[in-house]
Every structure is written in C-alpha cells, then in structure tokens.
C-alpha cells in the first residue's frame, strides 16, 4: 500500500508584512505532506497554518510531529488493499481532532487515487463545474495610502478586483475610517469587505457594522468571537451586510449547528478548517440546502493547498461570493516547477491527473527546515 509518509516544514519571506487581528505575519511555514506508494505513485498534502498557534488549534510543529507519531505509522501498518474512503475511515476512527493534518493526509491520498484514474482531482469529488475561480487580494499592510496604492496596481494589472481588508487590531474607529476611505478611493464598482479575525465584542460589532454597511462595504468576516455563535445570529439578523462565519465553521458538524440557527449569510469554506477536502464539499452541501451563501477561504496555504482547494471549490454549485486563494502570491519562493495561472482576476484550475502540479523538490530541498 503505502512506502513512506514524509513531512516537511518550509519557511518563506512573504512579499510584505501580512496584519491580521491575531498576528503580523512576515515568514509562512508550508506544512508539506509527502506520500509514496509501493508501487511509485507520490501525493502531495498540505496543512499550513497562519501564525503558528495564534489562529488556529494545530502549529506546524505539531502537525509534523503528529503525523509522525501516529498517522504514518498508522498508514504504513496497512497491509489490506483498502480503498481512499476506508482509510480516511481508519484514520477518522484512530485519530480524534486533528483537522490540519487530516486534511493534508487526505488531499495527498485523492492526489494519487486521481492519479492512478488519469484524471483532475476534481473529478474524484464528484465532477467540476468551474475551471476558474474569481480570486479576491488581502489588503493588510495597515497603511491606508499603501493599502489603495496596492489595490490600484493589482486592478491595472488584472490579478484582482474585490479587495478584503484585515481589521480588528486597532481601535474600532480608526479601523472603521482606513476601510471606508479605501472604498471611496476605489469607487462603487469595487467590491471590498473586511474581516475582523473575532475581535470585535458584540456592542463594537454593533457600531462598526453600522457604519460599515452605510459606507458600502459588502461583507463582514467573523465579526466576533467564535464561541458566541448567538451573538453571530443576532447579527445576521440586524444588518443587511452580509455576515459571514470563519472560525467558527470547524466542519459538517458545525456547519449543520450554525445553519440551524441561522448564524450567518454566508460561510468561508476552508478545506483544513473542515477536516478534508471531502468534508469542506459537506460544508457546501450543508450550506446549499440552509440557503447559505460559499466563499472559498484559505489559511494562506502555498500551491498545494490552494489548488487543492481550487478542486474542492470548482464543484461547488454555487460560489457567490469567489474565493481568497492568493496565498502562492503572498511569498517570495515558488516551489513549483511552473507557477499556478493566475490571469484576469481568476485562478486557473488544472486539467492535468491529481492535483495538476508538478513540485519542484530540488527548491523545497533547499529551503525545507532541518
């Protein structure tokens, strides 16, 4: 069944301080999964993260030492020709949590069923109906005058033209007036949003919402803090802006609790958040039937991931919102042989078996952490 199981930590410089509430990101570490079949098949995974422990519950250091201890010797010890699904379940049984390094493994596994059918991974979820995806950038200098002068280029330059503001690390008010002097700047047809990283209590979220929605922004990214879903409810039901969960949505599981409740207009689907690429298409399924809006999120992952995810949420129905998945543009290293297409404010999905992508090992030899 499976020859090896490797994990590899990568450092890279990003192009430019990344501000979020919770850090100020300067260097990503890919989380990089590696998996050979005895009979030479290779999947690549990823389980990146922002920030280390600052965003999440999984760091790189504990993803890599997780699937170290248990989840490789687990997939080696399989001596049976299991099938994706009953592995996944093998591992769903002897491992609890974990979502990160799940989804890695998981990815890495459908990157050589695909493979192995000849086909785009895409396909193994059940058939795209997209082969591009609208890409929004993240605005998170913190400078007003740089955050508009970057909007500008990257609109000249047809990369991007819906901008998402990271907010939440200020005072409300100053935070409020960078984001509504940027929209002014960039005019009615733009489309900008912000995302506050749950930083925001309920009465702030109450007044910066407010003046938000009355300024043009078209929509607010987990407001507040993710164990006050009601709070979240409550501010769905106030404002026409749409709200929209992140932290909170950790899989099916809560997607079914927040829909229940109405908790948001729309959800940040993220493959790692969700625990799989299989589960983040759950996710959507979820929210398709709750009449929720899908926006395709990241966790800054690098080629990998983003064009794992760039599979998963091709073959959503609907995706109303587009998706973030500019974190290949945010660091100074490509480590693949030929870079992801990015043109026109869209990402290209691959046609190509698996993923689509071809590693550059030589370059992540170089710059892997030893």
Known sequence: MYKSVETILVDIPTIRPHKLSVTTMQTQTLVLIKVTTQDGIVGWGEATTIGGLNYGEESPESVKANIETYFKPLLLSIQDSLNVAQTLKLL???????????????????????KRLGLPLSEVLGGRLRDRLPVLWTLASGDTEKDIAEAKKMIELKRHNTFKLKIGSNP???????????????????????????????????????????????????????????????????????????EVLTGPDSAYRIAKKHGA???????????GLIEACEVAKIARLAGISLYGGTMLEGPIGSIAS???FSTFETLEFGTELFGPLLLTENILKTPLQYENFELVVPQS????????EDKIERLRRH
């Open 172 to 246: 409300l008010q100053h935070d409020v007036d960078h984001v509504i002097a940027i929209k002014k700047a960039l005019g009615p047809e733009i489309s900008v949003r912000v995302d506050v990283n749950r930083a925001w209590s309920e009465l702030e979220c109450i007044k910066g919402i407010q003046q938000l929605q009355d300024g043009g922004i078209d929509l607010i990214e987990q407001p507040c803090a993710i164990e006050n879903l009601d709070a979240l409810a409550r501010l769905t039901a106030r404002f026409d802006v749409a709200i929209m969960a992140d």
């Open 353 to 360: 078996a698996g993923l689509g992508i071809e590693i550059d």
């Open 265 to 275: 207009d729309v959800f940040a689907v993220k493959v790692e958040q969700s625990g």
């Open 310 to 312: 760039a599979h998963a």
């Open 92 to 114: 769903r049984k002897s491992i609890n949590g974990n979502r990160f390094a799940k989804c890695a493994i998981q990815t890495a596994l459908l990157d050589i069923q695909a």
